[in-house]
């Protein structure tokens, strides 16, 4: 049987390794650079932790793991004879892989509230779940490198995160980066205003779906949904909203000027604008998108979503927002928080596309020593390891050469990665040492080697 691995999963090469290391180690130093702490948290989680959290939509995509043993001999006998899965996972199943980092976040200041100083700012880069369909830029194992401030309900959070956004795709060399942003309390009103306030979920996880379905197949979700068509006739302008943000904002206070929950959207999203306007932005772009949704129950304020510079195809490639009462579905009530999302997977496409990993290098040895003479093997050990004692990468080529077609196999291995420094011979404890750069060797103790290579 042919060796494969599951679809929406991938291997690694060594290249891709480092420069997926060089995207997580950017996004990792902006995150401690703006205060935050590192944690982890497990891969699984309990399935009650997990289910209820993300929508009807969200909860299908959850990878379920079947409990161990004989799994079926505790399941109710009538439930599998119905063939009903749905209420069958919730006896086979009590355990499930983690769909996202922000509800097992929720879950973890819940539990470790008295070990928490608050306001809590928490970075995480570990990999999450989805039993999604494989595409490109969608996969079913991939990384998310989230940021969280929980305990704090200040605007200046929003503030803060735009600009780290926009620090880290100016430090990754992505210009022209667009941060889109709209606000939870907007669509709320929205809702509202239409007389579709009974339907906000429905309402919001179509909207969503704009850029993917278009204006018709969004109508035709929030007709199937029990929305009107008198009050999708009412939003249907906004689908079209254009012009600068403060023309915006103007247009969507008109709108909203009803509806208080709308007002206070507005309100907040004016502060945003007018403090990023003040600030200043390195090389991303700050833009309102009033179709922009998130179809993920829990945002309550702010919502952030990143799309690569004009020209790639690609969905988003960072996201996130506000939520006032996440950690109240683990019983710890009126804790806000707001947070964003790297996707880290697909900036690696980006920035692959756009020919930005010149500058990551493999890891090499700086020096190499040949191996032509098997007599030799233990004094080249022992050089190999004072010169890493030192820190200086260095290793030995393992297969003894018996021929002159192994030792330039030995020479092109050389050349193939690009070593600068190669020991070809050893003479009376003395080292002959050649730069490959420009072919030059000279001849030095091992303490002379030491220092040359430090």
Known sequence: MKPSIPKG?????????????????????????????????????NSSTLMGKYGDEGDRLIFKILNSGDFLKKADQGLLSDKDSLKVTSQISEKALRYDLTVPFARYVVQHQNEIIFPFKRYQIQPVWRADRPQKGRFREFFQCDADVVGSDSLLQEVDFVQLYDTVFTNLKLSGSTIKINNRKILSGIADVIGAKDKLIDFTVALDKLDKIGEVGVEKEMLEKGISQEAINKVTPLFKLSGSNTEQLAVLEELLSTSDEGKKGVEE????????????????????????????NY???????????KGVQMGSIGGGGRYDDLTGI??????????????????????????????????????????????????????????????????????????????????KYVSTREIAFVISEIQNDQFFLKDMSDSSQTVCTLEELIAKMQ
């Open 9 to 45: 999963t991938r291997d690694f090469s060594s290249t891709e390794v480092a420069n997926r290391t060089y995207i997580m180690d950017t996004i990792k130093a902006a995150f401690e650079t703006y205060g935050f702490q590192p944690i982890e948290t497990p891969s699984f989680e």
């Open 269 to 296: 999203l004016r502060f945003v604008i007018d403090s990023i306007s003040e600030l200043g932005l390195q090389t991303a772009i700050l833009e309102i998108d009033v179709t922009l949704a998130r179809g993920l």
């Open 299 to 309: 945002y309550t304020g702010a919502i952030f979503e990143v799309s690569a510079p």
């Open 330 to 411: 683990f019983g710890l009530k009126d804790v806000s928080g707001v947070g964003i999302s790297f996707g880290l997977d697909r900036i690696y496409l980006v920035l692959e596309e756009l020919g930005l990993f010149d500058s990551v290098a493999l890891p090499k040895p700086k020096v190499l020593f040949l191996n032509f003479k098997e007599e030799d093997n233990l004094t080249q050990l022992k050089a190999i390891k004072a010169l890493r004692k030192v820190g200086v990468k260095s290793e030995i080529y393992p297969d003894t050469a018996a021929s002159n077609k192994q030792q330039k196999k030995q020479w």
